[in-house]
């Protein structure tokens, strides 16, 4: 695996160690986790402030719902996957 040096600041270096102590795990592996964390995290943020955008055109949204019912009929329509 490839690595790079990351610049952080002391207090992120502390909690890094207080973390790999309590865990077990490598700073490398909590750092990766972390990013996962963070970019879940901002993944929803972004899809629910664009469903909020959406919310706002009742035309947008009445598409939307009359779309999702649609594929909503999909799930009876006995074409299961095995």
């Keep these: 695996m490839q690595t790079a040096t990351v610049r952080i600041s002391l207090k992120t270096r502390e909690k890094l160690r207080e973390l790999t102590a309590n865990t ?3 700073m490398q592996s909590i750092l990766d ?7 879940r995290k901002l993944f929803w943020e972004h899809t629910n402030s664009a469903y909020a955008e959406l919310k706002k055109d ?10 999702r019912l649609a594929w909503d009929a999909t799930l009876a329509d006995g074409l299961e996957e095995e």
């Design 33 to 39: 986790k972390a990013i996962e964390e963070l970019e």
């Design 58 to 67: 009742p035309i947008a949204w009445k598409e939307e719902q009359e779309e």
């Design 24 to 26: 077990g795990e490598s």
